[in-house]
């Protein structure tokens, strides 16, 4: 079995970038497909990112996903911060041993 | 609009069982693998099981095999699990997910969950 490591926050200012890391302790990050889901306070999880870098109708282009084999990463970033990005992230990947790993989340302040 | 709407979330004692169901609308049911993801309030979703779209295929976290059963009624639209032998670590918030992936698993529509408290 395979974890998925995650920063446990991070945190920014409106308007600005934050970049969120996801990296996965064995076997290629390439191999199979990352997702990442947002999740705000009391409220159920949500997918902004799906396969490494698509991004779901009605997701704003502000979210973006990508993959990095030199680090074995996989990165959500958010680009024009508002206060309504502040949540928990969880990115999440899979192999054939283990249908679903999700990694630990990232709290993202916005402040 | 999809919905996914938990239920049979209650209070156990260590030991007891419990069956939770999902009531899902607004797509076809019969499509779609379906999972159960679970999580404690304050810390990450952990996943606990899977059913293909037919329901001939299943698969469980180590923590809960030979302890809880999924299964559905594609008739009914509804996804259950059946959970016994209930130990303290099984308290979590339960989700009914569905999972659009073609490869591996993307969960795109979750479920508001129903809350299992095991306890004396």
């Known amino acids: 079995n395979f974890m998925l490591a995650q920063p446990h926050s991070v945190s920014e200012s409106p308007g600005k970038t934050v970049t969120i890391s996801c990296t996965r302790s064995s076997g290629s990050i390439a191999s199979n497909y990352v997702q990442w889901y947002q999740q705000r306070p009391d409220s159920s999880p949500t997918i902004v990112i799906y396969e490494d870098d698509q991004r779901p109708s009605g997701v704003p282009d502000r979210f973006s996903g990508s993959i990095d084999r030199t680090s074995n990463s996989a990165s959500l970033t958010i680009s024009g911060l508002k206060t309504e990005d502040e949540a928990d992230y969880y990115c999440?990947?899979?192999?054939?041993?283990?249908?679903?790993?999700f990694g630990g989340g990232t709290k993202l302040t916005v402040l | 609009e999809v919905q996914l709407l938990e239920s049979g979330g209650a209070l156990v004692q260590p030991g007891g069982s419990l069956r939770l169901s999902c009531a899902a609308s607004?797509?076809?049911?019969?499509?779609?693998?379906m999972h159960w993801v679970r999580q404690v309030p304050g810390q990450g979703p952990v996943w606990v099981s899977r059913?293909?779209?037919?329901?001939?295929?299943?698969r469980y976290a180590d923590s809960v095999k030979g302890r809880f059963t999924i299964s559905r009624d594609n008739a009914k639209n509804t996804l259950y699990v059946e959970m016994n032998s209930l130990r303290a670590e099984d308290t979590a918030l339960y989700y009914c997910?569905?999972?659009?992936?073609?490869?591996?698993?993307?969960?795109?529509?979750w479920g508001r969950g129903t809350l299992v408290t095991v306890s004396s």
């Open positions: 997910v569905r999972d659009v992936a073609t490869t591996g698993t993307n969960f795109d529509y």
């Open positions: 059913i293909s779209s037919d329901g001939s295929a299943t």
């Open positions: 607004g797509f076809t049911f019969s499509s779609f693998w």
């Open positions: 999440q990947s899979y192999d054939n041993i283990t249908p679903v790993v």
